[in-house]
């Protein structure tokens, strides 16, 4: 019986692209029904914290509801309409991917037309959250002088807190480089991660749009710009792809875009407990811009 539980663990790891912890949350779930956190935590061996995060991330995949109980118990949904959703969505993701890949190739042949000079121009086309997350923290943890951030994606807070992002904004450090972040994200999710109140060198604003932006400029010479995105909050999306490039007609359009968006962008609190007056109509998103139509 154990050995059929594993098996059907590291299926459901590599299948749903889950943690093995969140799989072993899901299966026992599965398999005994309606479970409390205590019951999970006993049952698996692992601190009711472990059990409490990987229900968080079920639930925002759909994987997992609650029941009204109190305390609060916890259900799987249903495995073959969990399988069902999970192609319906590769499938719009593979699709996504395919009417992009033209797009992308001409991108890239129209910014290496801007290469001028002996200076080597950068073009790396990067494939899942993961190969791009990880572009994304190198560059940050080796900026000098500035970082520019725009993403209205909801989930941004809660994937850089998984992937390491945050940790590498926030470290300590004598000569760090002065950050602004867009986020369309609540006061409340920013206090929590340490990004409120604003301190010296780094400042948070608020962009209310239902556009898909995702981009990252480093010190005014490279950018990691999305292409195609997947809407949720999963840490391995394979059908991710973002374009990591040092081209400086593209480095200076988005860093455009970016000023224009901050000044028209409504200012979180300097300190817990204000409220930021909201943009009158919150700043235009250009559709025809690189990497906008995701």
């Known amino acids: 019986m154990a050995l059929r539980l594993n098996d059907a663990v590291d299926h459901v790891r590599e299948t749903l692209n889950v943690s093995a912890g969140d ?34 991330r079920l639930g925002a995949r759909g994987l997992v509801e609650t029941t009204l109980e109190s305390p609060a118990r916890y ?13 319906e969505a590769r499938l719009a993701a593979l699709e996504a991917l395919k009417s992009s890949r033209q797009r992308t ?41 500035e970082v520019l951030a725009l993403t209205t994606s909801p989930h941004a807070i809660a994937i850089a807190e998984f992937d390491g992002t945050l940790d590498a904004i926030l470290a300590p450090g004598e000569e760090r ?7 369309n994200v609540p006061e409340e999710t ?16 608020h962009l209310p749009t239902d556009r898909a932006v995702h981009f990252l400029i480093v010190d005014g010479k490279e950018i990691v710009l999305s292409v195609v995105e997947d809407p ?3 840490l391995y999306a394979p059908d991710d792809v973002a374009l990591h490039t040092s081209a400086p007609g593209l480095l200076e359009a988005e860093r455009v875009f970016f000023e224009q968006c901050w000044a028209n962008a409504a200012r979180y609190p300097g300190a ?10 919150g700043p235009r998103v250009r559709t025809a811009d690189a990497g906008r139509a995701l």
């Open 232 to 234: 949720s909050r999963s």
């Open 190 to 205: 920013l206090l929590r991660a340490g990004l409120l109140p604003a301190r010296p060198g780094l400042e948070v604003r």
């Open 272 to 281: 817990p407990g204000e409220r930021p007056a909201p943009a009158p109509d």
């Open 105 to 145: 190739t001409d991108l890239v042949k129209a910014l290496q037309c801007d290469a001028q000079g002996p200076q080597k121009t950068v073009y790396r086309i990067l494939q899942g959250r993961q190969e791009i997350s990880a572009a994304r923290r190198k560059l940050i943890a080796g900026a000098r002088h």
């Open 75 to 87: 259900t799987a949904a249903d495995p073959l309409k969990v399988l069902d959703l999970e192609i």
């Open 23 to 56: 799989a072993a949350v899901y299966v026992k779930l599965c398999v005994a029904g309606p479970w409390k956190v205590s019951d999970l935590a006993e049952a698996l061996e692992v601190h009711r914290n472990d059990v409490y995060r990987s229900l968080e």
């Open 177 to 183: 480089p002065e950050m602004r972040f867009l986020l």
